[in-house]
């Protein structure tokens, strides 16, 4: 039946149900379609009712009574709304964001327990990015947790014909407090992960691009944050429809198209920086491969902001189409936000798999038993041929591949000397290639004085 109405008759009905189960506060624990009946009973009962009366029916004062009449008069046409509203579609919510919610939370929260056990048996202290990357953690908890009670808040109905005026009050509450804070959350991780690449190496390029990044996020984030919160001039717009001296002059979906686009920008950008470093590492290709992938899994977050940004464009308000539009919004926040923590710790989690699951992402000839009897043909020996451990601060020695042959591409001579050395040890990787006097490849310890502190694995 609903296809006799189109999409225009849709939105006058959804409006009026709004508008009159709002303005009365008879009904604003009742559906506000119950409004609109009530209306249309009024003039059943009482043919010569005039405005005046009606207006006295409903309780309204002289400043709601204007804005209903600038919109609705003559009010016995609008009592013919209530014949449309067994036309009307009355789908029902699409559900609660909680399974999603949970799935996700604690999915994190193993990857972030990981993350921090990886930085602390490696290198014996918790880092200031992994500090940072905690605290968006935790956002991004409360924000998903906030997303679950948005949700639920607003009723099993979709359409505001099935919603009381509390219900769609409190769930627009909900929604703007969502949409505000969003920009915060999202900067939080890439600031995690953009002080992790300004800590990664000295790279003069790498620092130019992760500043410029940082300030373009910075002022995104802003800019989302002001827009959203400041697009009326009384913040509180959900308590002002009757008022006439409310004014929203910010276009708010192009505001949030807007910061959103430049959002996903900045995402490819934090994904995409350290590709050149990982580039320039002297690695075996599959290596290189993994390396690329690893700092690469930061795309599918960017896929699911954009799907997230597609949703709140279909959205200009929820219900107002007889569709439930903000579970989308709020479902692909969850999974954009927990995808962008989880996969900014991959790096973590890959240099734990090569402290406690070495053979995994062993690519030598050699195991475990191999250097050990190296170790014992040679002595033991500490000099430059075999080296030293370094010891981290938890007094571990992490192991990278060497060979035999002096001056290799990651020597000090390189070009790239010793901050890519630097770099490659901070990403779990080969600081140096050289050759045995037979050419084997082997794993030994890195070599430096026994006074070094290794700058430890991601």
Known sequence: MADSLTQSDILYLTLTCYYWGSSSKHFIN???SEAVKALAQLYIDYPSITDDQVAS???WDNRTYDIMAMNFAPFNETAFAAELLPLAPHPRATGSVLPLFIVFTVLSTVVMALRLWSRWSLLGRIQAFDWVALV????????GAYGVHASIVGGDMASWCDRSYFQIKQQSIAYNIGMITYPV?????KLALLIFYYQLSTWSALRAA?????FISVGNALGGFFAFLFQCNKVNFWDAEFDLSLECKVHTLKAILGTGIVNIITDALVWVIPMPLVWKLQLYPRERIIAFFTFGLGGIACVAAAVRLKAVEDSIRFGIDGKDSILPIIA???IELNLALICSSAPALRALLMKHVPKLLSYGSSGASDIKSIFKRSGGNT?????TRVQSAAGKSPHIRVHSVPQSPMSPQSPFGKDMSTASIR???VESEKRDSVGTEVELPIQHPPSARAKGFV
């Open 210 to 214: 992760v500043l410029v990044t940082a």
């Open 383 to 387: 000099g430059g041929s075999a080296g």
């Open 185 to 189: 959350v999202v900067l939080s991780i």
């Open 332 to 334: 692909w926040g969850i």
């Open 57 to 59: 029916y409903y309780g």
């Open 30 to 32: 009742q559906h506000t």
């Open 136 to 143: 968006s953690y935790f956002l991004i908890v409360a924000w």
């Open 427 to 429: 990403i779990g990787y």
